[in-house]
């Protein structure tokens, strides 16, 4: 299994422009997570997904961020417009049940300028 | 909501030492908790899981620990190598199936 993949590995962007994260949950996990690292605020949940469905947005920040799950094997996370401070590392993570665990991407480092 | 927290934030300790890592968390209604590795620069790798039904885990010189009615989970490190060095983050899976995660332990073994 190649695990959870993330696109693109680093982001560099203006201010103002709209940005688009990609995962590639592991096949057969039904739970697909979004998840932003600071140095500041550390790992906060953004929002979560359940069979494709949203279940908890309640971590995305604000209505700039929107994300999406049109099918099984991927997800979308769009920030539009983008603004400094948005700049972080996100993460995408799947799991197959809340006893499973969860496996992590690599991670898209964003850099908004 | 579930708080976890780690202790100590920071770690030194020279190669071949035994040390533990402790986090503690709020709600111990927790479904199960994870240990991760975080390198600088780089995602999360999984290092165990322990289910709420388990007492600990063990995978090599690594060994987890969770008592659930005192809300403490411990990861223990046998024999500790510069290879070890990284950020060791603990998370508790809530009934949401929501990942809280500690602060994490930034721990240097020092050869």
């Known amino acids: 299994d190649a695990g959870v993949i993330q696109s693109p590995r680093h982001e560099v962007t203006e201010m103002g422009q709209e940005v688009t994260l990609r995962c590639k949950p592991i096949?057969?996990?039904?739970?697909l997570f979004w998840y932003r690292q600071t140095m500041m605020r550390g790992l906060e949940l953004l929002i979560y997904?359940?069979?494709?469905?949203?279940?908890?947005d309640s971590g995305m920040p604000e209505d700039r961020f929107s994300a999406k799950m049109p099918n099984a094997s991927f997800s979308t996370l769009k920030i539009q417009p983008s603004e400094p401070r948005d700049s972080a590392v996100y993460f995408c993570?799947?799991?197959?049940?809340?006893?499973?665990?969860?496996?992590f991407g690599s991670g898209t480092r964003l850099t908004v300028v | 909501k579930q708080e976890v927290t780690q202790i100590p934030a920071a770690l030194s300790v020279p190669e071949g030492e035994n040390l533990v890592l402790n986090c503690s968390f709020t709600d111990s209604a927790i479904y199960n908790l994870q240990w991760f590795r975080q390198d600088p620069g780089k995602g999360l790798t999984s290092l165990l899981l322990?289910?709420?039904?388990?007492r600990e885990q063990t995978s090599g010189r690594l060994n987890a620990s969770l008592d659930k009615s005192s809300g403490r989970s411990t990861l223990y490190i046998a024999a500790s190598q510069p290879g070890d060095s990284a950020t060791y983050l603990c998370?508790?899976?809530?009934?949401?199936?929501?990942?809280?995660f500690g602060t994490g332990t930034r721990l240097t073994v020092i050869p």
């Open positions: 997904f359940n069979n494709n469905v949203p279940i908890d």
């Open positions: 096949s057969g996990h039904d739970y």
């Open positions: 993570a799947s799991s197959f049940t809340r006893e499973g665990g969860y496996t």
């Open positions: 998370a508790g899976a809530t009934g949401a199936n929501n990942l809280f």
């Open positions: 322990i289910q709420s039904s388990q």
